[in-house]
């Protein structure tokens, strides 16, 4: 009994301590923040991820990038600090499951891919001679805006592929704290810190931001951000601007940004967001080439990438468990294992066919996926926007018919998939065997981006992912109840 006793007198001096802090709740965590970052850089150098830099070229460099690693894990923690509605302990508690993600994520800074030796490193090599003209007629899926915050994410005497992985370990990261600050905002308590810890140590994360560098993952970031700002119950005029700004440099940034179109004409709809911030979002797009049009990229071929990013045929590597990676490659170096084929320059002219599968097979199939992928995303949105569900089973859904039909979609819907499964795991019980499927489908294909394309382990993502949305539509039961009461 006196057990008990003290118990409660010890809870009550801690909830009493947390009331009398609370209104310096940022200063302290911005303290420990600070005090977290001095000995993660004084760590980093006799040990550690950043201890042992393989291409870092010499302590000098190596000190400059531990700078740097340091003030983005400082900027995350205070963001991690802003963003807490809870009370103090939980907030230190973040900020411990924070430094832990973080250290983990940079242990795949050595780990070279090959999507970043294919197909980023070249365009980075070909921008350090000739600056952002660099990138005029190159092949790389990138558009003009991503291709321009490369280039500046890569200034400085620290190698590129550093620079691009932790630039995408902190977009990974800040969506983490924004995934934990929107189930802060749903009073799903403690719950909020075990997404935000799961969401930390995703497979598909940790293989596209910490080994791969897919930038793709700075977009979904961008994304993650309008929306939080623009779904702010209590928010001003700035927040609403600001939203449509981060969603214009998304838009322009990433393939997976497009298809959230709908989302943002149903928050203008609904008063969230007006017509002219809208209209704002999307003349943003074109007006971020306007940095690489200036330094010599032709006009033409800069507002093009806007389109072309979205249409291209998916590069090696870096594709999704969707249509358009089940459809085989034929190209030599993507299939050594099997008889060389090579791209034939014209169709035979008797017979109008050719004898063997090539890579104008797989072109021209992957245009009729790209073609179609668009009609097929905006007959499902309006069955979404017409069905009675949660706001969650409609960002899933979305994400998951992205992830299916559309081109252009790389690891970064992987990803925004992975957080809002591991979201509706937490917060609604009718979502948690298709999210449990989801993530399951991930975590089978998650070496994707490292290893090659293996086509089973796609297969099997894009039926599990298939099946998942036909559950959150509710054409197949996603429970034993549902079905009872289907019949």
């Known amino acids: 009994m006196n057990t008990v006793f003290m118990l409660r007198r010890v809870r009550a001096f801690f909830i009493a301590l947390d009331e009398r802090l609370a209104r310096f709740r940022f200063v302290i965590g911005a303290v420990l923040a600070a005090a977290l970052c001095a000995g993660f850089a004084l760590m980093s150098v006799y040990a550690g991820p950043l201890y042992n830099l393989n291409d870092i070229g010499g302590f000098d460099p190596r000190k400059v990038f531990i700078v740097l690693a340091a003030a983005v894990y400082l900027t995350l923690l205070l963001l991690t600090a802003a963003l807490c509605r809870a009370n103090i302990y939980r907030m230190v508690l973040r900020e411990m499951i924070v430094t832990a993600g973080f250290v983990i994520l940079l242990g795949g800074i050595n780990q070279k891919t090959y999507y970043f030796t294919q197909n980023l490193q070249p365009l980075l090599s070909l921008m350090d001679g000739k600056g952002l003209a660099g990138m005029s007629g190159y092949t790389a899926h990138l558009s003009a805006p991503m291709a ?79 929306l939080m700002l623009a779904l702010q119950e209590k928010s001003c005029p700035v927040m609403k601007w600001t939203a449509a700004a981060l969603y214009g440099l998304a838009l322009a940034c990433g393939g997976l940004s497009l298809y959230a179109l709908p989302v943002f004409i149903w928050l203008a709809i609904n008063k969230r967001m007006t017509v002219g911030q809208l209209a704002v979002s999307l003349a943003l797009a074109p007006a971020a080439c306007l940095p690489a049009i200036a330094c010599g990229v032709p006009a033409g071929e800069a507002f093009l990438s806007l389109v072309s990013m979205h249409v291209a045929l998916p590069e090696y590597a870096a594709g999704s468990p969707g249509m358009m990676s089940l459809i085989p490659r034929a190209l030599v170096e993507e299939m050594p294992a099997m008889f060389q084929l090579q791209r034939l320059a014209q169709i035979d002219s008797v017979t109008y066919a050719q004898p063997y599968y090539t890579q104008a097979h797989y072109e021209l199939a992957s245009l009729g996926f790209a073609l179609c992928a668009p009609a097929v995303f905006g007959g499902v949105a309006a069955l979404i926007g017409r069905k009675k569900m949660t706001v969650t089973a409609r960002a899933f859904a979305l994400v998951l018919c992205a992830l299916l039909v559309c081109p252009g979609v790389t690891n970064g819907a992987w990803i925004a998939a992975c957080v809002i499964a591991l979201y509706a795991i937490m917060k609604e019980r009718s979502l948690r065997l298709p999210a449990c499927m989801v993530l399951f489908a991930v975590s089978g294909a998650a070496a994707y981006p490292m290893l090659g394309e293996t086509l089973v382990p796609m297969v099997l993502a894009f039926a599990l992912c298939l099946c998942a949305l036909l559950m959150v539509l509710d054409v197949i039961p996603a429970s034993l109840a549902a079905a009872q009461r289907d019949q």
């Open 148 to 226: 321009t915050l490369l280039y500046l994410i890569t200034r400085g005497p620290v190698y590129a592929m550093y620079m691009v992985k932790l630039a995408c370990i902190a977009a990974l990261a800040a969506l983490c704290i924004m995934a934990a600050h929107a189930a802060d905002q749903n009073a799903l308590g403690l719950r909020a810190e075990a997404l935000l810890a799961l969401c930390l140590i995703l497979p598909c994360g940790f293989m596209s931001a910490a080994c791969t560098a897919l930038p793709d993952v700075i977009s979904v970031a961008l994304l993650a951000a309008s």
